[in-house]
């Protein structure tokens, strides 16, 4: 079974601009969750979404959204990119919102010049 | 809200040694889950182990064990027989069973173990 991919993998951008990451879960999972991880601040939780809906949202600004797809596949997009959103972006899918156990995937590597 | 701790920046053993990671945290609720991951050089996060607060047994997964102390808010990680292949991040993390604190998993900042040949 094909564990959670990212797209793309690495990922320069300048300052100003805004920057569509995707995710796609294990097959047969329905949520997908992402995190932000940074040195400073460390990994945070940005957001879940399950059945096409955000169950709940991190301490981020409004610039950084998401959606899900009807096939549980997931986009995070953030917009007016900021130096400070230099990070790894790592997504994760379980099967159930109960599920206990979360998978994650290899991230996108995120620089902002 | 929840919180995790990982006091332990860095931690280094030599190869087939014990090494054991610390992790405190700090809820107000009787029911939950705690997690240690692994991040190798790689990045994939792994899951090493879980624990869920209701079972006083402590989880135990091949070389891998916790001790978990729920009075105390301590969940550390017992490593035996280290091999050079269990270098990497390791992170603390908690997630609770209630409804809009399921979602999330909340990390401590990692402890970064290195396996001495």
């Known amino acids: 079974k094909a564990g959670v991919t990212q797209t793309p993998r690495y990922l320069i951008k300048t300052r100003g601009q805004q920057v569509t990451l995707s995710c796609s879960p294990i097959?047969?999972?329905?949520?997908v969750s992402w995190y932000q991880q940074t040195p400073g601040q460390g990994l945070q939780f940005l957001f879940e979404?399950?059945?096409?809906?955000?169950?709940n949202k991190g301490n981020f600004p409004g610039r950084f959204s998401g959606r899900q797809f009807s096939n549980s596949r997931s986009e995070m997009n953030v917009s007016t990119l900021e130096l400070g959103d230099s990070a790894l972006y790592l997504c994760?899918?379980?099967?159930?919102?109960?599920?206990?156990?979360?998978?994650f995937g290899p991230g996108t590597r995120l620089t902002v010049t | 809200a929840q919180t995790v701790t990982q006091s332990q920046p860095e931690m280094s053993v030599q190869e087939a040694e014990t090494v054991t990671l610390s992790c405190t945290y700090d809820?107000?609720?009787?029911?939950?889950?705690l997690f240690w991951y692994k991040q190798p050089p790689s990045r994939q996060m792994i899951l090493v182990i879980r624990?869920?607060?209701?079972?006083?047994q402590n989880a135990t997964e091949n070389r891998f064990s916790v001790n978990f102390q729920k009075a105390a808010k301590s969940f550390s990680l017992k490593i035996s027989d280290s091999q050079l292949g269990d270098a990497a991040m390791y992170f603390c993390?908690?997630?609770?069973?209630?409804?809009?604190?399921?979602?999330?998993?909340?990390f401590g900042q990692g402890t970064r173990l290195t396996i001495n040949p």
């Open positions: 993390a908690y997630r609770s069973v209630y409804l809009q604190g399921a979602q999330k998993l909340v």
């Open positions: 097959s047969g999972h329905r949520s």
């Open positions: 624990q869920e607060a209701y079972k006083q």
């Open positions: 809820t107000s609720e009787s029911d939950y889950y």
């Open positions: 994760a899918s379980r099967r159930e919102v109960n599920s206990y156990e979360q998978y």
């Open positions: 979404y399950f059945s096409e809906t955000q169950r």
